[in-house]
């Protein structure tokens, strides 16, 4: 159980496109979602906190109208990179909290995205 | 929530315990020591959480000190397949899911043959 899925497992797109990332749990409720980044070689770094129904919290430094965020339902969170630029090539993981559960995070399999 | 360090990799055996150490000396009372781990280009994988009692699941087992200033990762059996980047996390736990969660830079741990 606690299955967090993401689609696509990797993009590759041009400059100046956007690409919208899914972040799915799929046998449980999830009432808030989290995004992180993670470059080469490097930690993950917490872009922002999604919650249902409501306007997500970025981070300190990320920009929110670059990193458009979306949680409409309590099993599905996007997130929308807009106009990419290869500086945002990077490997982007979502969580998801269990609603009710113990306290422990569930990690998707991340999104591999490339810009050209 | 309180920062963490921890030793930037570490060999094991294979077959032999890992012992991964944490220090996390400002924790506050009611924030609890989540491990998780993550297996090259994968998400995270949660391990064990604890607050000041040792825990043990089929994964691990984790050891908090009585001070509860520093906590050690135990795995008993190290496989080829647990080499993986360890993260040790402090944050605030009881029951609030919507937590977020602040990795540091974790011990990249190598289990050799």
């Known amino acids: 159980g606690a299955v967090v899925s993401q689609h696509p497992s990797w993009v590759i797109c041009k400059s100046g496109t956007s690409v919208k990332i899914e972040c799915r749990s799929l046998d449980f409720q999830a009432t808030t979602m989290f995004w992180y980044r993670q470059f080469p070689k490097q930690s993950l770094m917490l872009m922002a906190t999604?919650?249902?129904?409501?306007?997500?919290?970025?981070e300190q430094g990320v920009e929110k109208d670059k990193f458009l965020i979306n949680h409409a339902s309590l099993t599905l969170s996007t997130l929308t990179v807009t106009s990419a630029h290869p500086e945002d090539s990077s490997f982007y993981i979502c969580?998801?909290?269990?609603?009710?559960?113990?306290?422990?995070?569930?990690f998707g399999p991340g999104t591999r995205l490339t810009v050209l | 929530d309180a920062k963490t360090t921890q030793p930037t990799s570490m060999d094991c055996a294979e077959g032999r315990a890992a012992n991964l150490p944490c220090n996390h000396s400002?924790?506050?009372?009611?924030?609890?020591v989540y491990w998780y781990r993550q297996i090259h280009s994968q998400g995270p994988q949660y391990i064990i959480h604890?607050?000041?009692n040792n825990e043990t699941n089929e994964m691990a087992s984790l050891i908090i000190t009585e001070d509860r200033k520093s906590s050690t990762l135990i795995l008993p059996h190290a496989t080829l397949r647990d080499t993986a980047v360890y993260y040790c996390?402090?944050?605030?736990?009881?029951?609030?899911?919507?937590?977020?969660?602040?990795f540091g830079q974790g011990t990249e741990l190598s289990v050799k043959p």
């Open positions: 996390i402090v944050r605030v736990g009881g029951g609030n899911q919507g937590g977020k969660l602040i």
């Open positions: 400002t924790i506050s009372g009611n924030e609890y």
């Open positions: 604890g607050l000041k």
């Open positions: 969580s998801a909290g269990l609603a009710g559960g113990p306290n422990e995070q569930f």
């Open positions: 999604s919650n249902e129904g409501s306007k997500a919290t970025y």
